[in-house]
């Protein structure tokens, strides 16, 4: 009962990097009702039964690691970080999280029947493949689920929260991306693309916040040696994973390409060195997560470097007063 409690104080800085966190956040918000992925419709019409097939069951794992993050992994880890500023900038991070399980949801119901949904949702659950990598990350985060876990502990679980920021998702955006290279499933990928700029930003976040933690480690070797036995397990299991739902259109081989590619990225926003050799990543891919290549809608959709108005000129009752003298 004698314990105070703090008011967060965003006129003091808690470090260097926690403000321009907070703004790029509230910069990209977005929700998926501004989007209309029903223009979709005729394009999904045109693919084959086993690229539908392909492109639910990525959605559907996506919507497992958000659901996942935005249920368990963001409110365990927030409960552990000092810095009040850090702890508003992952609670934000939550609530986006949410908003991307919910998005895959909004483009489901476009393609799908609710039967076809349904499966999907069956297919997640008895996957084993996709039920490892939740289960191992879900198992990090539990283990912080505590009053006073150790240092070594917490760098753990944000390392799995950075694993699932910035490389078990990648899997499932690949196909996304990779039809809208191809001119197909435009409007579903522009939701696809406002997510990867969300989750590329909380997995920097995240990595940062770990790396401060790590530097408090003494046995920083033993420690690493321990994440990076995860990350190999992981990997792994994602191969498994991305053969079992690409062989069938022909595409395991560059998705592969492309979890190297991120896994590679995911340790780097831990301050590690990268491990994977990656040779060549698909570059419409890549192309894919470029924002300054998208063309702008205005009369339909956001685009992904869709920017709010800053500068706002109100309209006035003078504006309205027209000149009855000029002929028309």
């Known amino acids: 009962m004698n314990r105070k409690i703090r008011a967060v ?5 808690d470090n260097d990097y926690a403000l321009m966190f907070w703004e790029q956040n509230i910069k990209q918000f977005w929700i998926d009702t501004e989007y209309i992925p029903s223009k979709d419709i005729d394009s999904w019409k045109g693919l084959s039964w086993d690229m539908k097939e392909c492109y639910k069951k990525a959605l559907g794992g996506l919507t497992l690691l958000d659901t996942l993050q935005s249920h368990t992994g963001m409110p365990k880890i927030i409960d552990h970080i000092d810095s009040l500023q850090n702890k508003a900038v992952l609670s934000y991070m939550c609530m986006m999280e949410a908003i991307h ?14 039967n076809e949904i349904n499966d999907v949702f069956g297919w997640v659950e008895q996957n084993k493949h996709l039920q490892f990598k939740a289960q191992t990350i879900d198992k990090y985060y539990r283990s912080i689920d505590k009053e006073d876990p ?15 920021e910035s490389f078990l998702f990648y899997s499932g955006f690949f196909l996304p991306l990779w039809l809208c290279g ?13 997510i990867i700029a969300d989750e590329s930003i909380h997995g920097v976040f995240v990595g940062l916040i770990a790396q401060d933690i790590f530097r408090r480690i003494p046995n ?11 990350l190999n397990e992981l990997y792994e299991n994602e191969l498994k994973y991305t053969e079992e739902i ?26 590690f060195d990268p491990i994977f050799e990656v040779k060549q990543v698909n570059p419409i891919v890549l192309n894919g997560l470029n924002t300054e290549t998208t063309q702008h809608d205005f009369f339909s959709k956001k685009s992904t470097n869709y920017e709010k108005a800053t500068e706002i ?7 309205f007063q027209m000149d009855a003298t000029v002929n028309v």
Do not use: C
């Open 220 to 230: 920083k070797e033993e420690v690493k040696a321990r994440f990076l036995t995860l």
């Open 182 to 194: 191809q001119g197909q499933m435009v409007a579903s990928a522009d939701i696809i693309k406002k």
């Open 246 to 271: 690409y062989t069938v259109v022909g595409l395991t081989a560059e998705v592969k390409e492309y979890v190297r590619y991120n896994g590679n990225k995911a340790l780097m926003n831990l301050g």
């Open 9 to 13: 104080n965003w006129n003091t800085p």
């Open 150 to 164: 150790t240092d070594e502990e917490l760098f753990m679980a944000l390392g799995a929260s950075v694993l699932l």
């Open 101 to 114: 399980a919910k998005s895959y949801s909004t483009i489901f119901t476009t393609v799908s029947t609710t």
């Open 313 to 319: 000129v109100h309209l006035m009752n003078e504006d």
